[in-house]
C-alpha cells in the first residue's frame, strides 16, 4: 500500500513479541505494493499485513511455495516466511493477517528495463531457474481471465487465441521485474513479492521483460533470452496477451482508485500520469513492442 492504513501499531508490535519472540525497537512502514501495509523492523526483519480476507488467503497460499524454494537452494534470495513458535507461517490479527520475514540486502536499480547486461543474465538465469521449479504446494491455475478489467476489444480476441494453444505451464511469478527486484553488493537478486505466483506459461514471466516506459527497447528480454533453455517453445501470441492484459490492468487499477475518491490532489494526478503511462501509452505502442518481440524470438530460433 502506497499510504498507511489507520491500525493499531501497538497490537501488531505485541503480535511480533508473542509470535515470533523478537523485540520491535522500530516499526517503519514502507509505501509499496497495493495489496498490503508492509513495514521495515530495525532493518532485519520485513512485515507484511493484509487487510481484507481475500488479499490473505491469496497470499498465504502462497507462502509454502517460497519456504519451498528457499529450503531448496533456489538461485535468488528470496523473502522466506519466519515461523512462529508453533510453526505458523502467518498470524491472524484484529486488523488482518501478517507474517514475517527477512530484511534483505541490495537496492532496485532505476530505469527498468534499461538495466546493466550482468543484472539481466543473472535475471534470466533466476527465470530459468523458477520455470524449473517443482511446486511444493497447490497454486492457481492461468485461466486467462479478463474479468473486472476496463473492456477491450483487442485483449478479448487474444484471450480467445490463447486458450487454444497447448497448455505449457510451469512455476510464475507473474511481476518480477523492477521494484519486485534487489541487486546486492554481491550481484545475486532478491525476488520479492509471491503473492500472485501461479501455474501458467512461461512466456508470463518473459513478457514483462517487454514492461516499462515507451518507447521501450528489446535489450532485457534478449539478454534474459540468451540464457533461457532454447528447447521451450514460446509463442507471440501469449507475450501480446499478457503484456496487453497488464497495460489494462494497470489502467483499470487507476480508474477504481479515482472512482474510490479520498485521494489527495497529488494522488489523483499520479493516478491520471499512470492511466496514460501504463495504460494507454502501452496499448498505443503494442504493435511495435511486439514487433521486438518477434525479431527476438526468430533470431533465438523460436
Not at 512502514?29 to 520485513?46: K, M, Q, S, T
Not at 541487486?183 to 516499462?212: C, F, K, N, Q, Y
Amino acid at each position: 500500500m502506497l499510504t498507511e492504513p489507520r491500525l493499531d501499531r501497538a497490537a501488531l508490535v505485541d503480535t511480533v513479541r508473542t509470535s515470533y519472540g523478537i523485540t520491535v525497537d522500530g516499526l517503519r512502514f514502507v509505501p509499496v505494493g497495493w495489496a498490503a501495509a508492509c513495514y521495515e523492523i530495525d532493518e532485519r526483519y520485513f512485515l507484511k499485513l493484509w487487510l481484507t480476507p481475500d488479499d490473505a488467503a491469496r497470499a498465504v497460499a502462497r507462502l509454502p511455495l517460497v519456504q519451498h524454494m528457499h529450503e531448496t537452494g533456489f538461485r535468488a534470495r528470496l523473502p522466506y516466511p519466519i515461523a512462529t513458535h508453533d510453526g505458523r507461517l502467518s498470524v491472524p490479527t484484529p486488523d488482518g493477517v501478517v507474517a514475517l520475514f527477512p530484511f534483505l540486502p541490495g537496492t532496485t536499480p532505476a530505469g527498468w528495463p534499461r538495466w546493466s547486461d550482468d543484472v539481466l543474465d543473472e535475471l534470466g538465469w533466476v527465470l530459468t531457474d523458477l520455470h524449473a521449479v517443482t511446486p511444493a504446494a497447490d497454486l492457481p491455475r492461468e485461466d486467462f481471465s479478463i474479468a473486472g478489467l476496463v473492456p477491450h476489444d483487442r485483449l478479448a480476441q487474444l484471450q480467445s487465441v490463447v486458450r487454444r494453444l497447448p497448455e505449457r505451464f510451469v512455476v510464475c511469478h507473474t511481476d518480477l521485474i523492477g521494484d519486485n527486484l534487489l541487486v546486492g553488493a554481491d550481484g545475486r537478486l532478491s525476488a520479492l513479492d509471491w503473492d500472485t505466483a501461479i501455474l501458467g506459461p512461461p512466456e508470463h514471466d518473459l513478457a514483462l521483460l517487454m514492461h516499462g516506459e515507451q518507447p521501450v527497447d528489446d535489450n532485457a528480454l534478449r539478454r534474459v533470452l540468451a540464457v533461457y533453455p532454447r528447447d521451450v517453445p514460446l509463442e507471440l501470441e501469449l507475450f501480446a496477451f499478457f503484456l496487453l492484459r497488464r497495460n489494462v490492468a494497470d489502467y483499470s487499477a487507476r480508474v477504481l482508485r479515482l472512482q474510490q475518491g479520498g485521494l489527495s490532489a497529488v494522488e489523483v494526478a499520479d493516478a491520471r500520469a499512470g492511466m496514460v503511462t501504463w495504460g494507454s501509452a502501452q496499448w498505443s505502442r503494442l504493435d511495435r513492442t511486439l514487433a521486438l518481440v518477434r525479431a527476438a524470438l526468430a533470431d533465438r530460433g523460436a
